[in-house]
């Protein structure tokens, strides 16, 4: 990329700066707002998208996608396009197919620590890389997918003291739902301009209880967020807790589609014996999701862990994705700079395990509205 954000971020993984939190501030001295300034080549939408430079400069003649800017690169001008123009090129060169519905997704299942955080990242910014409008709403008290989308920013630590802001910011879903603070003020901006996000904030720990007090408890958010909401964004995508609160319930309630990862680990094979139960129990008292997946994840080269994806794939295969994620380092650096792994250039493993996924989602997805089609 031809601004070095993104190099520098990668030099704070080299083995000098990982034994320090330190130097992850010094080096990367973070921004308050998402960096907007970042410039992207030829070379790095090709890496992004895998798209050919005779089509991308064929789709710029043509205005298919935005006219590059021209920069200066070692006394040499480029074309040069920002970041928030990658969903417009993204739309035209990707590798997702638009779709141009509304669905509102959970990412859920009881057992801690299977990537649903990473997974609902991962797929809402593929999905915003080309140009569907996502709305992410992390459940999480520990703020985890809002600490995820807001990268390296999350780590920075005011000098000054400025106690409104401290106190008044952020507002997440407990102002929406019980402070009535308007929506406009909840939602937040990243720097694609296809993905928002509610923020989590320390609130999320007493809307459980303010929710059990209300009539209708399951179904306030659907009603006075989802509802408001689900025709301004292509997939509205929940962050769920791994436990079932009332806050789960109102997830559930409002979404049409339901992703559960499960590692390829023996711990979750047992939770998912349970867990498909209750899941079966919820569509037959409540309702019927449109689609349920359940995502092998974790996926690592060892016996056990091979056993277990093979299990998943017979004993649930009317649920179970052909995209299996792999156990890798790698999450890691993406979850803590706030960009998916093809964002970080990076084309194979794991990176590649979430693009087949995202693929095939959006293939079921434009499936379902075949159907839909079909019965009309
Ligand atoms: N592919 C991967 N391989 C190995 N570790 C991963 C991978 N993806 C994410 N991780 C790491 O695994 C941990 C758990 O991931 P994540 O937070 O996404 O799980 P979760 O299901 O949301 O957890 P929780 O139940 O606590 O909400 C995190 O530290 C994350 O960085
Ligand atoms: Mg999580």
């Known amino acids: 990329m ?46 992004l998208f895998g798209a050919d430079k005779n089509t991308l400069l064929r789709k710029e003649k043509a205005k298919k996608i935005p006219g590059a800017i021209r920069i200066k690169k070692g006394g040499v001008e480029c074309r040069a396009w920002t970041i928030d123009q990658l969903p417009l090129i993204g739309e035209e060169l990707g590798f997702l197919k638009k779709i141009d519905f509304n669905y509102v997704i959970s990412v859920f299942t009881l057992k801690g620590g299977t990537l649903k955080t ?74 694609l301009p296809t993905l928002d996000y509610i923020p989590e904030t320390l609130e999320l720990s007493i809307l459980d209880r303010w929710l059990k007090l209300q009539r209708n408890q399951e179904t306030i958010i659907k009603n006075k967020i989802v509802s408001k909401l689900k025709n301004e964004y292509n ?63 974790r996926k690592k080269n060892t016996k056990v862990s091979t056993i277990i994806e093979a299990k998943f794939r017979t004993e649930y295969s009317e649920f179970c994705t052909n995209t299996s994620i792999r156990d890798s380092v790698l999450a890691e650096e993406s979850n803590t700079l706030g960009k998916s792994l093809i964002e970080l250039s990076y084309k194979q493993g794991l990176a590649q395990d979430y693009v087949d996924f995202a693929k095939e989602f959006i293939d079921q997805i434009s499936l379902l509205e075949v159907e839909v089609h079909k019965c009309q």
């Not at 791994?242 to 979750?268: F, G, H, K, Q, Y």
């Open 2 to 47: 031809s601004t070095n954000i993104v190099d520098q971020d990668i030099d704070v993984f080299s083995t000098e700066a990982t034994n320090t939190a330190i130097n992850i501030n010094a080096v990367i001295n973070p921004p308050c707002a998402f960096d907007k300034n970042i410039h992207y080549l030829p070379s790095d939408l090709i890496k």
């Open 235 to 297: 997939f509205v995508i929940f962050d769920c807790n791994p436990s079932w609160d009332t806050i789960v319930d109102n997830a559930l309630e409002s979404s049409n589609i339901l992703l559960s990862p499960m590692t390829c680990s023996s711990d979750t094979y047992r939770a998912m014996k349970t867990f498909s139960k209750l899941i079966r129990d919820y569509t037959k008292e409540t309702k019927t999701f449109k689609l349920f997946k359940v995502i092998p994840t």
């Open 118 to 191: 990473s997974l609902a990242f991962q797929l809402a910014r593929l999905i915003a890389l080309h140009n569907m409008k996502v709305l992410v709403i992390g459940l999480d008290v520990q703020e985890s997918i809002t600490g995820i989308i807001q990268g390296v920013r999350h780590f920075k630590e005011s000098d000054t003291w400025d106690e409104d802001s401290i106190i008044n910011s952020p507002k997440g879903l407990y102002h929406a739902l019980v402070e009535n603070t308007p929506l406009r003020d909840v939602i937040q901006k990243t720097d």
